[in-house]
């Protein structure tokens, strides 16, 4: 059984950085595709950024390119999300997410399959 734990989240203020991490341990061998989703209150849970974990491909959204990098170590099964010049909309429960072999890359909450617990990220102004 694979399980996912993030770390990390905090209370920045707006212009801040923050590092999250999601290591992944049991039967990581399945996972073809690891991601970031978030989910501020009131509001449905968003995509944000995913890599192939075979072809190191990444998809990010418009809102958060150019301030937000995904990047992973293999040997650690571990991806890290760090977060640079943070916005008050940034503010959210950050989930990470595991997905296996898909047609095409998944940016949708459904085509992942396994979900750590949540780490939440406040920026304030």
């Known amino acids: 059984q694979v399980q996912l734990a993030e770390s990390g989240g905090g209370l920045v203020q707006v212009g801040g950085s923050l590092r999250l991490s999601c290591a992944a341990s049991g039967r990581a061998f399945s996972i073809y595709f690891m991601g970031w989703f978030r989910q501020a209150p009131g509001k449905e849970r968003e995509f944000v950024v995913a890599?192939?974990?075979?072809?190191?491909?990444?998809y990010v959204v418009d809102s958060v390119k150019g301030r937000f990098t995904i990047s992973r170590d293999n040997a650690k099964d571990t991806m890290y999300l760090q977060m640079n010049s943070l916005k008050p909309e940034d503010s959210a429960v950050y989930f990470c997410?595991?997905?296996?072999?898909?047609?095409?890359?998944?940016?949708?909450?459904?085509?992942?399959?396994?979900w750590g617990q949540g780490t939440e990220v406040t920026v304030s102004s």
């Open positions: 997410a595991a997905a296996g072999g898909r047609a095409a890359f998944p940016i949708r909450p459904y085509e992942y399959d396994i």
């Open positions: 890599t192939s974990w075979k072809s190191s491909s990444t």
